[in-house]
């Protein structure tokens, strides 16, 4: 079974200033992993995935991730943070092995302050 | 661009109602999802979709059942809608292949009195 965590329901930040998110991951086979954004009264926006390759993907607004496989973590980062960043986090994972099914964290809210 | 529409934004219903959400997708998606939110949980997905009458069950498919008849539509039904069933209601489409992203609909809030 494909689960994941992410620790923290809320994450505080002063504009400007470095951001990360924390998600954790568990599969049988090799992980999928997404993140994706949902700004208030929204739907879920996609900003990155991770699928092979170099672990260090980018994505969308100056987001970015790390995938580290000994530590089963994939989390999100931003050099420096704007108030508009201020949203709900998800992330989300699929084991290859399980087909098209995507399990999704229960979300982080980042508050970003100026 | 991208598109994915849901047939109302807000909803309120009387508990056992039959209950239709509708959810149009114009990217020519195989697959398309419904998925309830509710704080702290994060999404649930109650059924998916990956062919025209196809579906297959997600985590949470007890009370609901789903209809795929065009490629671009995907209706979430509440057969008879309870209190516990309010809740926000996503859709979601997709390429066939797993490692394609999904791409979301704006959510539909339903409330059950």
């Known amino acids: 079974a494909q689960s994941v965590a992410q620790p923290e329901d809320q994450v505080n930040v002063a504009e400007g200033n470095p951001l990360t998110v924390k998600c954790t991951y568990s599969v049988s086979g090799n992980p999928y992993l997404f993140w994706y954004v949902q700004y208030p009264n929204r739907g879920l926006q996609f900003l990155l995935k991770y699928i092979t390759g170099d672990n260090l993907v980018k994505g969308s607004y100056g987001f970015e991730a790390e995938f580290n496989k000994s530590q089963t973590s994939f989390h999100l980062k931003k050099p420096s943070a704007l108030v508009s960043d201020s949203a709900l986090y998800f992330c989300?994972?699929?084991?290859?092995?399980?087909?098209?099914?995507?399990?999704f964290g229960g979300g982080t809210r980042l508050m970003v302050k100026p | 661009d991208v598109k994915v529409t849901q047939s109302s934004r807000y909803l309120v219903k009387r508990t056992g109602e039959k209950v239709f959400l509708e959810c149009v997708q114009d990217m020519d998606h195989e697959n398309m999802f419904w998925y309830r939110q509710d704080p702290g949980l994060g999404l649930r997905l109650i059924y998916f979709s990956y062919d025209v009458k196809m579906k297959e069950k997600g985590d949470i498919p007890e009370g609901y059942s789903v209809s795929r008849e065009k490629k671009e539509r995907f209706s979430l039904i509440l057969e008879s809608a309870s209190t516990n069933q309010t809740s926000m209601y996503l859709c979601?489409?997709?390429?066939?292949?797993?490692?394609?992203?999904?791409?979301f609909g704006p959510g539909t809030r339903l409330t059950v009195t």
């Open positions: 989300a994972v699929r084991d290859d092995n399980a087909g098209n099914m995507l399990t």
């Open positions: 979601a489409s997709s390429l066939a292949n797993s490692h394609y992203e999904q791409y």
